[in-house]
């Protein structure tokens, strides 16, 4: 499965310029991201802007840039660019289909136009040749403001292969609101372009809300956990039908890590709605989804989206310790970790937290530190960077009672 090994952020907000792992250039020695990784800091250092950079990245592929930009968490372009700024909002991803493949770089920039309306101003998706271990990587989609060249196929790069006939081709988008992935994604002659495509679409952000798992839906199975998490019973009832023989199981292997829960199981109504049932070993009758508290619905969604037989490749959960008892948070971080191991069909796991139980939990590598700088933007440092954090974790301290006592934030 495909792992994001750097991510960038240009004048998104808080986030002036904020690198996390390794670029195509200029940061070529850095370590990539591991599978699971969690960001951590203070209160309004940048952590929800950084989960946002992700969610408006696969919102502009799931609608278009205007839409994106207008959500009603963000507000419209001008209220998303760093003060004091007239610079494009830019991004860069920098991933592996898988751990043979050469790296591929994504560089996504956004901008006004006249009409002061939101448009792509710049797309590049590109790779290394063949051999080429260091270095820039060449174009294989190249598009300024909605005009450039695409090259086809598996292989073919700017100034490989153009000699061959129908690799080279001009592009001309009609519609600078829409990416250019997002056309050119859907043509078979485009097959590297609609690989990523399907892995920016495949990205799962977690908006859970206990609230929205209470509500009983319709009958009728469902293979994937929504955002929202609404559609829990819907899913249960697509395990229970498509995975019988291991269906219980699962289950019974969720309910042990929910204190107080012996079993959990379905009961579709005469109306066909579906029900969840949860049994207590202290009573006879099951208690239902509207019945549980925040943190028990909370933490029987994590566990079952890491559950998916087919799970998303790339998963982004924003401080999951709400509501959730301090002694289920390090079940819930080894949890996540065991499921994020950088195998194949194994999801990467990205996560915002600031709370030290679930750190405590975590290895230096896999933690980054945001804050604040004097300027007012964020800055980003990677845990395993600070030597003295290292050696104490060497010694046996938990990380997360070192950034409690203040060891991370004063370096």
Same mark, same amino acid.
């Given at each position: 499965?495909?792992?994001?090994?750097?991510?960038?952020?240009?004048?998104?907000?808080?986030?002036?310029?904020v690198?996390l792992?390794?670029?195509?250039?200029?940061?070529?020695?850095?370590e990539?991201?591991?599978?699971?990784?969690?960001?951590i800091?203070? =209160?309004?250092v940048?952590?929800? @802007? $950084?989960? %946002?950079a992700?969610?408006?990245?696969?919102?502009c /592929?799931? +609608?278009?840039?205007e839409?994106?930009?207008d959500?009603?968490?963000?507000?419209?372009?001008e209220r998303m660019?760093s003060?004091?700024?007239?610079?494009?909002i830019?991004?860069?991803i920098?991933?592996?289909?898988?751990?043979?493949?050469?790296?591929?770089?994504?560089?996504?920039?956004?901008d006004?136009d006249?009409?002061?309306?939101?448009?792509?101003?710049?797309?590049f998706?590109g790779?290394?040749?063949k051999?080429?271990?260091?270095?820039?990587?060449y174009p294989?989609?190249?598009?300024t403001?909605?005009?450039g060249?695409?090259?086809?196929?598996?292989?073919?790069l700017?100034?490989?292969?153009?000699?061959?006939? =129908?690799?080279?081709?001009?592009? @001309? $988008?009609? %519609?600078?609101?829409q990416?250019?992935i997002?056309? /050119?994604? +859907?043509?078979?002659?485009?097959?590297?372009?609609k690989r990523?495509?399907?892995f920016?679409?495949?990205?799962f952000?977690?908006?859970?809300?206990?609230d929205?798992?209470?509500?009983?839906?319709?009958?009728?199975?469902?293979?994937?956990?929504?955002m929202h998490?609404?559609?829990?019973?819907?899913?249960?009832?697509?395990m229970?039908?498509e995975?019988?023989?291991r269906?219980q199981?699962?289950l019974?292997?969720?309910a042990?890590?929910?204190?107080?829960?012996?079993?959990?199981?379905t009961?579709?109504?005469?109306?066909?709605?579906?029900?969840?049932?949860?049994?207590?070993?202290?009573f006879?009758?099951?208690?239902?989804a509207?019945?549980?508290?925040d943190?028990?619905?909370?933490?029987?969604?994590?566990?079952?989206?890491?559950?998916d037989?087919e799970?998303?490749?790339?998963?982004?959960?924003e401080?999951?310790e709400?509501?959730l008892?301090?002694?289920?948070l390090?079940?819930?971080?080894t949890?996540?970790?065991?499921?994020?191991?950088?195998?194949?069909?194994?999801?990467?796991i990205?996560?915002?937290?600031h709370?030290p139980?679930?750190v405590?939990?975590?290895?230096?590598q896999?933690?980054?530190?945001?804050?604040?700088?004097?300027?007012?933007?964020?800055?980003?440092q990677?845990?395993?960077?600070?030597?003295?954090?290292r050696?104490?974790v060497?010694?046996?301290?938990?990380?997360?009672?070192?950034?409690?006592?203040d060891?991370?934030?004063a370096?």
């Amino acid at each position: 499965m495909a792992l994001i090994e750097g991510f960038r952020v240009r004048n998104y907000r808080a986030l002036r310029d904020v690198t996390l792992g390794k670029l195509s250039t200029g940061q070529q020695q850095a370590e990539a991201l591991t599978p699971f990784t969690v960001v951590i800091g203070k =209160n309004g250092v940048g952590k929800s @802007t $950084l989960f %946002d950079a992700f969610g408006f990245v696969a919102d502009c /592929l799931s +609608t278009d840039l205007e839409t994106a930009c207008d959500a009603k968490q963000r507000g419209g372009f001008e209220r998303m660019r760093s003060l004091a700024t007239s610079e494009p909002i830019c991004f860069e991803i920098y991933y592996r289909e898988s751990t043979s493949e050469r790296p591929i770089t994504y560089d996504l920039h956004i901008d006004l136009d006249e009409s002061c309306r939101p448009y792509v101003r710049y797309e590049f998706l590109g790779q290394r040749r063949k051999g080429q271990r260091f270095g820039r990587p060449y174009p294989f989609l190249r598009l300024t403001q909605g005009s450039g060249t695409a090259w086809a196929g598996d292989t073919a790069l700017e100034g490989e292969g153009d000699e061959e006939p =129908n690799t080279k081709m001009d592009v @001309t $988008l009609t %519609d600078l609101r829409q990416l250019g992935i997002a056309t /050119l994604g +859907t043509l078979k002659e485009h097959p590297r372009i609609k690989r990523f495509r399907d892995f920016l679409k495949g990205w799962f952000l977690s908006y859970f809300h206990p609230d929205a798992a209470r509500s009983i839906p319709s009958a009728g199975a469902q293979r994937h956990l929504n955002m929202h998490g609404d559609n829990i019973g819907n899913v249960v009832q697509y395990m229970e039908r498509e995975h019988k023989e291991r269906f219980q199981s699962i289950l019974d292997r969720i309910a042990a890590k929910i204190p107080g829960i012996q079993r959990i199981k379905t009961l579709v109504t005469e109306d066909k709605r579906v029900l969840l049932q949860f049994n207590d070993g202290a009573f006879a009758d099951p208690f239902y989804a509207g019945q549980m508290s925040d943190g028990t619905l909370k933490i029987f969604a994590y566990l079952l989206l890491m559950e998916d037989p087919e799970p998303p490749p790339f998963i982004c959960i924003e401080e999951p310790e709400n509501g959730l008892y301090h002694r289920l948070l390090d079940t819930l971080a080894t949890e996540l970790r065991n499921h994020a191991t950088g195998k194949k069909n194994a999801p990467q796991i990205f996560v915002t937290t600031h709370q030290p139980y679930f750190v405590d939990a975590l290895t230096p590598q896999e933690v980054w530190i945001l804050k604040k700088g004097a300027d007012g933007y964020s800055t980003v440092q990677r845990v395993s960077d600070l030597a003295l954090v290292r050696n104490l974790v060497d010694e046996g301290l938990p990380l997360g009672s070192l950034w409690y006592s203040d060891y991370l934030d004063a370096n």
